[in-house]
């Protein structure tokens, strides 16, 4: 039963590779479609020795994948706001641009939960191009992110899927 599982997500990890590689190449030329299933083999074959070592179990909650859609639709604004901080920057240049923030953050721990939280809140709350998540202080359960431009309300800009 675990082999089948693991050929699985082999699988599963290599279709999904092999597509994102599709996508990107946009040819279906037949050298790049070898390298293409070359390089989904070789990451997939990766990703399963990293899996197989387990470093740290992850259980994600649902809702947080359903608020997952919020730093991809901040993103197209978050470039407009880099565009116009570049422009500022040209125009009259500063050493230093941009605050670190910090908010109080609930999910520290060393369960799944708490795991597959940090992940998400660091890796989302990174993907729109004005902010990104420096890490997690456990000890003072705080998320500290850099931004180049202050946007309010803090906590949604730096914790999109609300897991505070």
Same mark, same amino acid.
């Given at each position: ?6 050929? !699985?997500?082999?699988?599963?990890? !290599?279709?999904? =590779?092999?597509?994102? !590689?599709?996508?990107? +190449? ?6 790049? =479609? ?14 399963? =020795? ?30 407009? +706001? ?50 990104? +998540? ?19 309300? +803090?906590?949604?800009? =730096? ?6």
């Amino acid at each position: 039963m675990q082999l089948v599982r693991r050929l !699985w997500f082999f699988a599963a990890t !290599w279709v999904c =590779l092999a597509a994102l !590689w599709l996508l990107l +190449v946009d040819t279906t030329y037949f050298p790049e =479609l070898a390298a293409g299933a070359a390089c989904a083999t070789l990451a997939a074959v990766g990703s399963e =020795l990293v899996r197989a070592e387990r470093p740290a179990r992850v259980r994600p909650r649902a809702r947080w994948l359903m608020r997952a859609w919020r730093p991809v639709a901040r993103a197209p604004v978050d470039v407009g +706001v880099l565009a116009v901080e570049a422009v500022r920057q040209l125009a009259r240049p500063r050493r230093r641009r941009g605050r670190v923030r910090a908010i109080r953050f609930r999910g520290t721990g060393p369960d799944a939960v708490a795991n597959a939280g940090r992940a998400l809140a660091e890796g989302l709350g990174s993907f729109a191009p004005n902010t990104v +998540v420096i890490g997690v202080d456990e000890r003072r359960n705080v998320l500290l992110a850099h931004q180049l431009r202050r946007t309010d309300p +803090v906590e949604r800009s =730096l914790d999109p899927l609300e897991l505070r």
